[in-house]
């Protein structure tokens, strides 16, 4: 340990203290069993997916951070706990980049979306999903839309308002979709998506009961965060 001390300390300037190797062993199982353990439970919690969910992850991480510390060495405590704390926040802020974000960030980022004039809301948004991707889909919100606009011009009108925001169509672009008289889009802007479908009358391409007028052409848009 001595050897292996001087030659981190040479090259990093960063001084270790030689421990037992059986105290160095545990505290490092110790603590990556914790950082193990509060990975699962936050993102149970749906820590990482809230909205400042990076502050509160990294919190979580701190402890075994600094338990590692002692396994990996670092004599003083005031570098261990700059160390513990530097890696809590790029891990908490890593887990919160990575993890599907709650359907209420979902509906602020949607509600920054418009709708052209003249378009009638059906169903102002439906919970879908959750953030483990477990038994249906990530989180997920969608809104139904109505109007009286033919499909094509339904579709363009909204294409237009999203280019408009920044938005971008992704690979897919326009596709024939299935059914008949029916549109759909795919959207992107930054890590969030929106899907669309624009059906028109006597077709409803929701998968819930909500229905639109039947002479009336009917928009869902569909909006995630996942990556």
């Known amino acids: ?29 110790v603590g990556l069993g914790y950082l193990m353990a509060a990975f699962i439970a936050l993102a149970f919690l749906d820590v990482p997916s ?3 969910g990076w502050l509160p992850a990294a919190l979580g991480y701190v402890p075994g951070l600094l338990v590692l510390s002692l396994g990996i060495g670092i004599a003083r405590w005031p570098v261990a706990v700059a160390w513990a704390a530097g890696a809590a926040l790029a891990m908490g802020s890593g887990a919160h980049f990575v993890a599907a974000p709650i359907h209420e960030r979902i509906e602020v980022e949607a509600a920054e979306v418009g709708t052209p004039a003249g ?3 059906v169903e102002d948004g439906t919970w879908t999903g959750n953030t483990w991707g477990l038994w249906s889909s ?9 109007t009286d606009d033919s499909v094509q011009v339904a579709a363009e009108d909204y294409a237009a308002l999203l280019e408009a925001d920044g938005w971008e169509m992704d690979t897919i672009g326009y596709r024939v979709d299935p059914r008949p008289g029916t549109i759909a889009q795919a959207w992107e802007k930054g890590r969030w998506n929106i899907r669309v479908r624009v059906a028109g009358p006597g077709s409803n391409p929701r998968q819930f009961d909500t229905r639109a007028p039947a002479p009336m052409t009917t928009i869902d848009v569909y909006v995630d965060g996942q990556r």
């Open 119 to 121: 378009w009638t809301v």
């Open 138 to 146: 990530w989180p997920e919100v969608t809104y139904t839309y109505a």
């Open 1 to 29: 340990m001595g050897f292996v001390a001087r030659r981190i300390r040479r090259s990093t300037g960063l001084r270790l203290q030689a421990r037992p190797t059986w105290g160095r062993v545990l505290a490092c199982v």
């Open 50 to 52: 809230g909205f400042h």
